[in-house]
């Protein structure tokens, strides 16, 4: 039995986000879980998570997940907008709560930089050599 969506196709948000992770090399977009994943050989972001006993918080429900440097995860979780996900969270994925902004008020630069983290972090070497020689 498929999970139902947990997002809405026409959500701003995830329209940005797509923008970014799909313009990577080799980047796709899968539906997993009810939740957009993209991923090359290893998911690298998904849009919309949730917190540990609570499924529907609104803090995860429109949010980037995304897996940062080991060196950077204790300084991004000082920041309130940063948060542990369910499920991802122990293996070092954090998120980044897209609740209370507006597109135009979120920093796409930054979340721009968070993507780039986590591809790099799970991408196949070829790939990020691919991504840097651009």
Request: one cysteine or more; a negative charge; proline letters at 7%.
């Amino acid at each position: 039995m498929a999970h139902p969506l947990m997002f809405e196709a026409s959500d701003p948000h995830l329209r940005r986000l797509r923008d970014l992770c799909l313009a990577l090399p080799g980047a796709a977009e899968k539906i997993a879980h009810g939740r957009p994943n993209f991923f090359t050989q290893k998911v690298f972001a998904i849009f919309g998570g949730s917190l540990k006993g609570e499924h529907f918080a609104p803090v995860a429900r429109r949010a980037l997940l995304f897996l940062p440097d080991a060196s950077e995860r204790d300084a991004l979780v000082q920041d309130e907008r940063f948060f542990v996900p369910a499920y991802v969270g122990p293996s070092g994925w954090l998120g980044l709560t897209f609740h209370g902004f507006g597109v135009d008020d979120v920093d796409w630069d930054e979340v721009g930089e968070l993507v780039d983290m986590s591809y790099r972090n799970t991408a196949p070497a070829r790939l990020v050599r691919e991504l840097d020689a651009r």
